[in-house]
Antibody, heavy 118, light 113 residues
C-alpha cells in the first residue's frame, strides 16, 4: 500500500533552518510528483511547492521562493523540504502529498510539526 | 491565483440529515479540452492529515462511503453528505488543481446538532 512516512517533530530557533523528510513506499517513486502543504495551528491548508520525483524539477509558491528548497534522493525514495530563516509564524505541521502529474492529491504524509520559538 | 471560497464556515446537522457545503472558485477550473473540472474535496479530522474524498469534482475516491457526493462545474461546486453519521464530524476543504499555485478553500467545520 502507498505510504508517505515523514520525519519527526522539530523545535528550532528563529533564523535556523529545518529539513523534513518524506519516505515513499508502495509505488514507483519516480512516476509521481510530491507536493508540500503546511497547516499552522488551528488554521487552513497552505500549498508550498511541488517536485517532480523523476527529474527533480521544482516549483514554489511565491511566498516561499528563495526560502524553501525541495529535493529528493531516488535511491531511498525520499523527498525533502528544507526551509531557511525560520520565523515563529512558520510554526506549523508540514505535509508531503503525492500527485500524478497535473492531477489531484491522493496520498498524504502524516505530517511533521515544526515549532519555531526562542 | 485562483481564490477558493467555501460556505458556510461551519454547520451543525442532525444525525441522518443532509449536509451541504459549497465551494466557489474565482475563475473556472473546467479544462475544456478534456471536459474535466480540476476540483477535489478533502476531509480532515483532528490530529490527522486530510483525506481525499472526491476528485474531478464528482468522482468518489475508492473506499469513500457513497453518502458523500460532489457536483458542480466551472466555478460553483457542492459537497453533499446525504445522511450525516457521527464519524463525519470533521473539517472539509475544497481545492483546485487547475493551475499553480494550488489553492484551498478556508474549510467548513461540520458538527452534529
Amino acid at each position: 500500500q502507498v505510504q508517505l512516512v515523514q520525519s519527526g517533530a522539530e523545535v528550532k530557533k528563529p533564523g535556523a533552518s529545518v529539513k523534513v523528510s518524506c519516505k515513499a513506499s508502495g509505488y514507483t517513486f519516480m512516476d509521481y510528483y510530491i507536493h508540500w502543504v503546511r497547516q499552522a495551528p488551528g488554521q487552513g491548508l497552505e500549498w508550498m511547492g511541488w517536485m517532480n520525483a523523476n527529474n527533480g524539477g521544482t516549483g514554489y509558491a511565491q511566498k516561499f521562493q528563495g526560502r524553501v528548497t525541495l529535493t529528493r534522493d531516488t535511491s531511498i525514495t525520499t523527498a525533502y523540504m528544507e526551509m531557511s530563516s525560520l520565523r515563529p509564524d512558520d510554526t506549523a505541521v508540514y505535509h508531503c502529498v503525492r500527485a500524478a502529474g497535473a492531477s489531484h492529491f491522493d496520498y498524504w504524509g502524516q505530517g511533521a510539526l515544526v515549532t519555531v520559538s526562542s | 491565483d485562483i481564490v477558493m471560497t467555501q460556505s458556510p464556515d461551519s454547520l451543525a446537522v442532525s444525525l441522518g440529515e443532509r449536509a451541504t457545503i459549497n465551494c466557489k472558485s474565482s475563475q473556472s477550473v473546467l479544462y475544456r479540452s478534456n471536459n474535466k473540472n480540476y476540483l477535489a474535496w478533502f476531509q480532515q479530522k483532528p490530529g490527522q492529515p486530510p483525506k481525499l474524498l472526491i476528485y474531478w469534482a464528482s468522482t468518489r475516491e475508492s473506499g469513500v462511503p457513497d453518502r458523500f457526493s460532489g457536483s458542480g462545474s466551472g466555478t460553483d461546486f457542492t459537497l453533499t453528505i446525504s445522511s450525516l453519521q457521527a464519524e463525519d464530524v470533521a473539517i472539509y476543504y475544497c481545492q483546485q488543481y487547475y493551475n499553480l499555485p494550488r489553492t484551498f478553500g478556508q474549510g467548513t467545520k461540520v458538527e452534529i446538532k
